[in-house]
């Protein structure tokens, strides 16, 4: 029983434990906030750098090798304020005209090649930011390779081992023109590649908006930039159901999701086919294994009782004094049930 409750507590540690931190600097030192569950570790304090809180923003990123996206090789990352990023191939011209980075329009579109974990017209006020960093680390590449290997949704068997991996997180941002209101919306964008294989991640935390009072555009997926290569979450605008992203998930992990983008498109929908009918909730899963413990925990319970008694009744069989002595409390017992009577 004590083996029992011990990885009984081992799980409930686990599963409270399991989330990335906001690391951050305050004159107090270094500061974790950990409630942002399936990110990877983002702030100042663990290498990110700040995009300027200037809206309608971008900046670019510097990378050590080419990221393969649907066959082509994009060489530069460019990162908005608007939650959507900007690949860029090599002598290509920067093409993210100020209209067209706040004002979100469904997929496909042409000569953009983006990846929006959550596109639309976002302003980083006094609490929001946006955090970015290129980093090939082993301890994050070991991490991001563990999480790939796990709820990759392609059925490639062999191990993923990232080269590097660019993290970047809109961090509690309202939208542009709702500002007044205290809605907030956090989420992080992962790309990786090991020169060949590429993948991108959507993790969120908290989306406050849409709602019924904030209703905006949003745009979610990646499109290559030929008008016909894309891909876009069934979501549309004006819909609160677009705040589901972070309950539900491709992969059966809530608010992740992967996707495979260095393959064809056909290859694409099959992998993320077979994803969507493989996947289990890994929520779903904890709360069954919870309560398989309880349950062991009960019938343990049950049958240390069971122990008991039956210890019990042998010590009253072998002990006539014992047996003597619950004779005659039973038979006061009748003597005073019939005198009641």
Known sequence: MNLIKFFLCIFILVKSTDAGCFVHSSQDGVLEDCRYKNFFDFGIGVGDKNLSKFDDHYALIHKPAKFKFYNRYFSAIYVSTNGVVNLIEKNETFKLHEEFNFNSVSFPVVNHTVVAPFWTDLIPDSHGEIFYRVTSEPEIMSQISYEIDRLKPSRDASPFLP??????TWFQLKAFNHRRFHYNNTFQLLLTTDG??????????????????????????????????HYQMNFTSNEQSITDLQHKSNVGVRAKWIYRVDMHKEEIIKSEHAAIVKAKNKDTSSFYILVVLIIMVGINSCFSTV???QKFVKKYRSNPRARRVYNQQLHESHIVLNQDM
């Not at 080269?163 to 970047?168: F, N, R, T």
């Open 163 to 168: 080269a590097w991996s660019c993290i970047v």
């Open 196 to 229: 060949e294989k590429s993948y991108v991640m959507f993790n969120y935390g908290r989306l406050d908006w849409p709602n019924h009072k904030v209703k905006v555009n949003v745009v979610v997926g990646y499109n290559l930039g030929d008008n016909k290569t």
């Open 307 to 309: 122990m008991w008694v």
